[in-house]
T-cell receptor, first 116, second 117 residues
Framework: GAGVSQSPSNKVTEKGKDVELRCDPISGHTALYWYRQSLGQGLEFLIY????????KSGLPSDRFSAERTGGSVSTLTIQRTQQEDSAVYLC??????????????FGPGTRLLVL | AQKITQTQPGMFVQEKEAVTLDCTYDTSDQSYGLFWYKQPSSGEMIFLIYQGSYDEQNATEGRYSLNFQKARKSANLVISASQLGDSAMYFC??????????????FGKGTSLLVTP
């Protein structure tokens, strides 16, 4: 079956512009996660959705970051007024939420964001 | 606080040999899960193997096995019969108890493995 897909695969933007990153999870997976991978910080957890709701947004780096999920499926991560330190690979993953190994997360190919 | 430690930034192994990638972790939970992911140069994170804290037997998936030593809090990945295509970054990750972050993973810094002919 289809895996997690993300778009765009690459995005180059100018400092101060807004960007939207999209994630389409595996069909039937109720949980969706966003992570950021950068050279200095490694892999950081950003936000988690169970269905359409995100119980905790404290992992988002600043108030310029927001995320939503609609219909229990596609999610968008929006970065407003981008800064150069936002340059990173943004990874999306999806899973069930049943524990005991059922929660294994499957990752998409990532969006490589470069802010000039 | 760093919860996953991978002490080997880089490793070399010759084709067809076995290699062990180290991972130690820190948690106060009784129930947790440990994962290994492979990230080739293409960038995609590929799930390799899972070990639950209550699993009595070490997990195996094809050429991958996990040497789980609970008392020492270590979860080393063993790759047998290395292939050139195994050259990649390898990440150890842990999920703790379900919380408002779901089962968010804590990742180690990774180990870069190079398989030589």
């Amino acid at each position: 079956g289809a895996g997690v897909s993300q778009s765009p695969s690459n995005k180059v933007t100018e400092k101060g512009k807004d960007v939207e990153l999209r994630c389409d999870p595996i069909s039937g997976h109720t949980a969706l996660y966003w992570y950021r991978q950068s050279l200095g910080q490694g892999l950081e957890f950003l936000i988690y959705f169970q269905g359409n709701s995100a119980p905790d947004k404290s992992g988002l780096p600043s108030d310029r970051f927001s995320a939503e999920r609609t219909g229990g499926s596609v999610s968008t991560l929006t970065i407003q007024r981008t800064q150069q330190e936002d340059s990173a690979v943004y990874l999306c993953a999806s899973s069930y939420t049943q524990g005991g190994g059922q929660e294994t997360q499957y990752f998409g190919p990532g969006t490589r964001l470069l802010v000039l | 606080a760093q919860k996953i430690t991978q002490t080997q930034p880089g490793m070399f192994v010759q084709e067809k040999e076995a290699v062990t990638l180290d991972c130690t972790y820190d948690t106060s939970d009784q129930s947790y899960g440990l994962f290994w992911y492979k990230q080739p140069s293409s960038g995609e994170m590929i799930f390799l193997i899972y070990q639950g804290s209550y699993d009595e037997q070490n997990a195996t998936e094809g050429r991958y096995s996990l040497n789980f030593q609970k008392a020492r809090k270590s979860a080393n990945l063993v790759i047998s019969a290395s292939q050139l295509g195994d050259s990649a970054m390898y990440f150890c990750a842990m999920r703790e108890a379900y919380s408002n972050s779901g089962y968010a993973l804590n990742f180690g810094k990774g180990t870069s493995l190079l398989v030589t002919p």
